[in-house]
T-cell receptor
Framework: DAGITQSPRHKVTETGTPVTLRCHQTENHRYMYWYRQDPGHGLRLIHYSYGVKDTDKGEVSDGYSVSRSKTEDFLLTLESATSSQTSVYFC?????????????FGEGSRLTVL | KNEVEQSPQNLTAQEGEFITINCSYSVGISALHWLQQHPGGGIVSLFMLSSGKKKHGRLIATINIQEKHSSLHITASHPRDSAVYICAVGKAGGGADGLTFGKGTHLIIQP
């Protein structure tokens, strides 16, 4: 199994509080992604990173920010959580752009915003 | 219209049946992935295709680039194959922004 872990795996928080999800990899892969998964939707890209300190927005980036200060860690922050951000969040890593390489996913982080 | 469409959305079959899940896409691609997600579980990559056909155990994935269509087949299906199967495409000429996903096919194999 690829070395990719997410934390926390489950979190319940209140509207307006900040939340940070962490994705940690031991594969030294260049590309890292944060997705959210909601019923009735496919996985949707929030933000991605193509190197240390190199990040860009995805399809549903409003209300989220990311940081990557080290190759192995990619943090997703909700500055002020809202109920619409209740979701399951997946981190993914890949060694190639355009996803022509193998893709590995973390086990997901279930976030509930009350 | 979604760029990646899967059919059927839901499929229930008996153990031992031959299963086919379809994926159609409307953009040029560099690669197509089939992923598997068990209930409450993480997501696992099954195949990555850019042409032709791949086989792994009882799973077979095919792609027709001209028709913009891919199929995932499961032979001799088993209850442990029950999962959501997700098709995802990496767009041709795309940058580092990853995949575009279908909504998934929920497969249940009954004993």
């Amino acid at each position: 199994d690829a070395g990719i872990t997410q934390s926390p795996r489950h979190k319940v928080t209140e509207t307006g509080t900040p939340v940070t999800l962490r994705c940690h990899q031991t594969e030294n892969h260049r590309y890292m992604y944060w997705y959210r998964q909601d019923p009735g939707h496919g996985l949707r890209l929030i933000h991605y990173s193509y190197g240390v300190k190199d990040t860009d927005k995805g399809e549903v980036s409003d209300g989220y920010s990311v940081s990557r200060s080290k190759t192995e860690d990619f943090l997703l922050t909700l500055e002020s959580a809202t109920s619409s951000q209740t979701s399951v969040y997946f981190c993914a890593i890949s060694d190639r752009t355009g996803i022509t390489g193998e893709l590995f996913f973390g086990e997901g982080s279930r976030l509930t915003v009350l | 219209k979604n760029e990646v469409e899967q059919s059927p959305q839901n499929l229930t079959a008996q153990e031992g049946e031959f299963i086919t899940i379809n994926c159609s896409y409307s953009v040029g691609i560099s690669a197509l992935h089939w992923l598997q997600q068990h209930p409450g579980g993480g997501i696992v990559s099954l195949f990555m295709l850019s042409s032709g056909k791949k086989k792994h155990g009882r799973l077979i994935a095919t792609i027709n680039i001209q028709e913009k269509h891919s199929s995932l087949h499961i032979t001799a299906s088993h209850p442990r194959d029950s999962a959501v199967y997700i098709c995802a495409v990496g767009k041709a000429g795309g940058g580092a922004d990853g995949l575009t996903f279908g909504k998934g096919t929920h497969l249940i194999i009954q004993p």
